[in-house]
């Protein structure tokens, strides 16, 4: 039954290991702040919310396992808002977006402007 749970968190440690590495390329790679902030946002939580549940099956302690539940929740309930937020700022204090990026969803807006 060892050896199962060693397997286990063996392959959720590559493939978080593999989300957070195509987070990395993503920030270093993509054109602009606002696509960047969506590879650092959705791979880096799924990444390291892996390599933490990873932690939480190899350990098999409850404070281990719950403390990484609990940074899990942490990481997904703020990586999206922080990520959002980020963009927006961007966005109102005139950052030009790359003409590939879609910002139909804040057209309403323009740039320097707030929602009143």
């Known amino acids: 039954m060892q050896d199962v749970i060693y ?3 063996a392959l959720l440690m590559l493939v978080g290991a593999s989300f957070a590495l195509i987070a990395a390329i993503g920030i270093l790679r993509l054109p602009d702040i606002y696509t960047r902030t969506h590879a650092a946002s959705k791979a880096g939580t799924l990444g390291s919310g892996l390599l933490l549940l990873a932690l939480a099956v190899f350990s098999q302690e409850l404070t281990v396992v719950t403390r990484a539940f609990a940074a899990i929740v942490f990481f997904l309930l703020t990586a ?3 990520s959002h937020l980020l963009a927006r700022a961007a966005y109102l204090a005139g950052y030009p977006p790359e003409p590939s990026t879609d910002i139909r969803g804040m057209a309403e807006y323009g740039p320097g402007q707030s929602k009143q």
Do not use: G, K, Q, Y
């Open 7 to 9: 397997i286990v968190a």
């Open 80 to 82: 999206p808002i922080s």
